[in-house]
């Protein structure tokens, strides 16, 4: 199976690219955070080639296995050589990264970051104490733990430049939030049950440059003036997207209730739209003018709101283009993909999820009218990985399922065993695949034979 022909493929990418800010340092590193270099799911086009599309389990394509003393959710993110990913104990008491050879899965780095006392129990069955995804620039990885901790940490040594602990909220659920970096910036997010803001800190030294609380009428006080089940219905988990806005950049958040756009330097508030779902967590997807976000819960809706200098206030009745509002993902994020539908010029861009129980679905990303859906069996936490016209979803049942899409439907086209159960996402390196299952890591190319 050969990838797009190379002219198909840089249109794609230029348009799945629109509007979306790669800091130039995070161009040489080959996959900079969870959702990849393009922060929308999508392998570069340059780099297609390198993933293997079948495997067998002892097969060829795999080049190492590693295994890794703690499980957590975290994707790998991949740059100078190295894999980094975090780690914890089952009980939270400790929490860890690791750095892998890129070549060989060699250990480099396993160094104990926070050690805590007593910790927050998770109280549900599928997150752990190291879900959120580290960033990763050249010349710094940024870790993050949630209220227990974030540091910057030396690509070469591994040693900790600076780190805070003084940010604290209670999950009630667990962390899940991961950080992002626009200029010198770097953004965090608490949902917490108590507490609800965004964070920015300067990236060379760790302090706060700006703090802004959520706006959000949550509505859901209870009879004696408190928050219902402990302020359960306030918690959330988004990762956050940075959109260019005319000479400005926007910090697009979703909380539980509402998602907001806010000013990326100074953290003021530039526009709220309101929803009614709880536990987002999927990341903000930017398309052309649009920003299209996942609100999270079973109930899930998937919004397109227009973002532009008219942007502002109170937009939930004046900016949504489309709203998809049934059989959304819960855990895993949504892509974008971008196919030929007709001819090389003809570009059908949509969005494409999986939820929790295995049914992929697609909608046109410009209209949110909705293309197909198909049952792929198996349960679902990590993210689609876009290749092309190529999609592959990853279950947590261990098997890696590849498909051909377009408008008109899927295609499945190759049934892959991964052998462990996998939550974290997949990650690409200059040359391969990486897979992180339970507790290891492991390479896949493409076969030599």
Not at 83 to 103: R, Y
Not at 131 to 154: E, K, N, W
Not at 226 to 248: C, F, H, N, Q, W
Request: with cysteine; charged share 20%.
């Amino acid at each position: 199976m050969l990838p797009l022909p190379s002219v198909l493929a840089s249109v794609i990418a230029c348009l799945l690219a629109s509007s979306i800010v790669v800091p130039a340092s995070a161009q040489s590193v080959s996959w900079p955070a969870k959702a990849g270099p393009l922060s929308n799911g999508n392998v570069p086009a340059e780099r297609i080639a390198v993933v293997p599309r079948t495997w067998e389990a002892d097969g060829d394509h795999l080049a190492w296995t590693t295994e890794i003393r703690h499980g957590g959710h975290s994707t790998p993110v991949i740059g100078g050589g190295k894999i980094w990913l975090t780690s914890a104990t089952e009980d939270g008491k400790q929490q860890f990264v690791d750095a892998l050879d890129a070549t060989t899965g060699e250990v480099l780095h396993h160094r104990t970051l926070f050690e805590n006392a007593s910790p927050e129990p998770l109280g549900n069955p599928v997150n752990n104490y190291a879900a959120p995804t580290p960033v990763l620039q050249s010349d710094g990885l940024y870790v993050h733990f949630g209220t227990y901790g974030t540091a910057r940490l030396d690509v070469d040594s591994g040693a900790t430049v600076w780190q805070r602990r003084d940010i604290n909220v209670r999950h009630f659920r667990g962390p899940g939030s991961s950080p992002v970096i626009v200029d010198d910036l770097l953004i965090l997010t608490f949902d917490g049950i108590d507490h609800q803001f965004v964070v920015a800190l300067d990236k060379e030294t760790g302090e706060t440059v700006w703090k802004t609380d959520r706006t959000t009428d949550y509505g859901d006080l209870g009879e004696d003036g408190l928050p219902l089940r402990e302020g359960d219905l306030r918690k959330a988990y988004s990762t956050p997207a940075i959109m260019t806005v005319g000479d400005s950049q926007q910090v697009i958040s979703v909380g539980s209730r509402a998602a907001f756009g806010y000013d990326a330097v100074t953290g003021r508030e530039i526009w709220t739209l309101r929803h009614d779902d709880y536990n987002a967590a999927a990341q903000p997807l930017v398309f052309e003018d649009k920003v299209i976000i996942n609100t999270g819960s079973r109930g899930a809706e998937l919004i397109a709101i227009r973002v532009d200098d008219s942007t502002r206030g109170d937009v939930t009745d004046s900016h949504v283009v489309w709203n998809h509002d049934r059989g959304n993902s819960r855990l895993s994020f949504p892509v974008l993909v971008a196919t030929a539908a007709g001819g090389q010029e003809s570009i059908k861009p949509m969005v494409v999820w999986i939820t929790d129980n295995g049914v992929a679905s697609a909608v046109d990303a410009r209209t949110g009218r909705s293309l197909w859906a198909k049952r792929m069996g198996g349960n679902y936490v990590a993210s689609p990985l876009v290749m092309g016209d190529r999609v592959a979803f990853f279950s947590s049942d261990g098997e890696s399922v590849l498909t051909k899409v377009d408008a008109q439907g899927i295609e499945i086209l190759a049934r892959n065993p991964i052998g462990e159960d996998l939550t974290a996402s997949p990650a690409v390196a200059s040359d391969g695949l990486i897979l992180r299952t339970g507790n290891t890591v492991s390479k896949l190319v493409r076969s030599s034979r």
